[in-house]
């Protein structure tokens, strides 16, 4: 708690390229050790790839990649009187569902096989806009856990 007043938002910064504020969140997510411009190429070379697969605008796969896979409702760990755990089912808000949805993706895209990061993370995101690939079945498994534990949701 601040006691020096409530900090302002700071809006996401867009990438240079396509000027798009989720084009630099899927970028700072692909980034590790602070190697910016690698994360750069990376996203670059998928979005080329994704414009010769499937002659469309890559943008557009890309935002419905993230639309499809990002989820509504979640689980939480809850610990009740006796000491057990329960997993809760929760609401999630756009913005935690989108960067669910990003990560998810990118963790889909990682654990396929392929020869680099920008041919996994193309063939993730066009699966993905079809409604298919780890990153969908990850959702779904969520889901399903989410509509099991629905019982639970009075302990919120």
């Not at 798009?20 to 994360?39: E, F, P, Q, T, Y």
């Not at 699966?127 to 949701?153: F, P, Q, V």
Request: no cysteine; aromatic share 4%; hydrophobic share 35%.
């Amino acid at each position: 708690m601040s006691r020096r007043g409530t900090a302002e938002k700071r809006t996401a910064k867009s990438d240079p390229i396509f000027r798009n504020r989720l084009v630099n969140m899927v970028v700072n997510r692909i980034m590790k050790d602070g190697k910016k411009s690698l994360a750069y190429q990376i996203l670059y070379r998928a979005v080329k790839k994704i414009q010769q697969k499937t002659e469309t605008n890559p943008l557009l796969v890309l935002r419905q990649a993230i639309r499809r896979v990002t989820p509504n409702i979640g689980v939480k760990p809850r610990r009740n009187k006796k000491g057990s755990t329960r997993k809760v089912p929760i609401e999630i808000g756009s913005k935690q569902g989108r960067a669910l949805a990003i990560r998810w993706l990118l963790e889909a895209s990682q654990k396929r096989p392929g020869r680099n990061m920008a041919f996994k993370l193309s063939s993730e995101l066009v699966d993905a806009a079809k409604g298919s690939g780890g990153a969908i079945r990850k959702k779904e498994a969520t889901h399903r856990m989410a509509e099991a534990n629905r019982a639970l949701a009075h302990f919120r």
